[in-house]
């Protein structure tokens, strides 16, 4: 699996918007970019996905470099309920991409 | 609330000893995946079953098995425990086989699993 590679940690102020950066430079070009969360003491949720243009749906954006090598997650506006480790994840379209392979992700904490 | 539902919340027992997890997916999804998450390797993929049949492995001890029934709830059975096997189970299902890319995954809120 492609590697991503994310901060470990990252502090916002609530109502700010927050910009969650992913690495991916060995990217190939049949992989999506994922993005779950995990809240604490709950499972991994759904966020956001996105091949080559930029998405948008109601939790996030997601902002995908012209090179693909790396992208950004952005929350428009920071609440406390948002506090959560981001994972960054790729997925292949082909082969064996039935799996989610987490990293470490980012740690994001929101201040009130 | 993913829809996704595990029993039970938590579990302690001794080690040797062998434990059931029960996983019921998200009504209409035909794939469960199996994840181990604990604090030195972080969540790990175990074991994938779509419509009944194992479709893909990973890094599952020979001591852990799996089976998805023809309801397709799905049983993760865990035996000869150890201290290290300590850790929570999250169960995730999804509309198809996984071989899409985008296919978004629906966690459970996990077992926690304490081996004394």
């Known amino acids: 699996d492609a590697k991503t590679t994310q901060p470990n940690s990252m502090e916002s102020n609530e109502e700010e918007p927050v910009h969650l950066p992913c690495n991916h430079s060995?990217?190939?070009?049949?992989?999506?970019i994922h993005w779950y969360r995990q809240l604490p003491s709950q499972g991994p949720e759904y966020v956001i996905h996105?091949?080559?243009s930029n998405v948008n749906n109601r939790m996030a954006s997601l902002a995908i470099a012209e090179d693909r090598k790396s992208s950004t997650l952005i929350l428009h506006r920071a609440t406390l309920r948002d506090a959560a480790v981001y994972y960054c994840?790729?997925?292949?379209?082909?082969?064996?991409?039935?799996?989610?392979?987490f990293g470490k992700g980012t740690l994001l904490t929101v201040n009130p | 609330d993913s829809g996704v539902t595990q029993t039970p919340k938590h579990l302690i027992t001794a080690t040797g000893q062998r434990v059931t997890l029960r996983c019921s997916p998200r009504s209409g999804d035909l794939s469960v995946y199996w994840y181990q998450q604990s604090l030195d390797q972080g969540l790990q993929f175990l074991i994938q079953y779509y419509n009944g049949e194992e479709r893909a492995k990973g890094n599952i001890l020979e001591r852990f098995s799996a089976q998805q029934f023809p309801d397709l709830h799905s049983e993760l059975n865990l035996s000869s425990l150890e201290l290290g096997d300590s850790a929570l189970y999250f169960c995730?299902?999804?509309?198809?086989?996984?071989?899409?890319?985008?296919?978004?995954?629906?966690f459970g809120p996990g077992t926690r699993l304490t081996v004394l």
């Open positions: 994840i790729l997925k292949n379209s082909g082969g064996s991409n039935y799996k989610l392979t």
């Open positions: 996105g091949l080559t």
């Open positions: 060995t990217i190939s070009g049949t992989d999506y």
């Open positions: 995730a299902s999804s509309v198809e086989g996984g071989r899409d890319p985008y296919n978004e995954q629906f």
